[in-house]
């Protein structure tokens, strides 16, 4: 559900849309309006549904203690930069 003031500012900017009359400026929005549907249906190259599902296991695997603190994550690096050497 759209809270009340976001329902406000959309209707806002309906109301503002009836209004302009440059075309690049509409083109500009047109676009913006797309690329917000792609994100929306997409995002890293997985649909919005895969991201939640990782979302979720991640949550979980961290609810369970399965993750490494940067500290630790950096060491890891550090250490595998050092035997690439």
């Known amino acids: 559900m759209v809270s009340e003031s976001l329902q406000e500012k ?3 900017i309906i109301d503002s849309l009836q209004h302009i009359n440059d075309e ?3 083109l500009a929005i047109q676009n913006m309006i ?3 549907r792609q994100k929306e249906e997409e995002y890293l190259g997985e649909n919005i549904g895969s991201y939640n599902e990782a979302l979720k296991k991640a949550d979980a ?3 369970q203690g399965q ?6 994550a950096m060491k890891k690096i550090q250490a595998w930069r050092e035997h690439e050497k």
């Open 67 to 72: 993750f490494v603190v940067h500290e630790e």
């Open 24 to 26: 690049a400026l509409i």
């Open 34 to 36: 797309t690329y917000s």
């Open 61 to 63: 695997e961290i609810e």
């Open 10 to 12: 959309k209707n806002q």
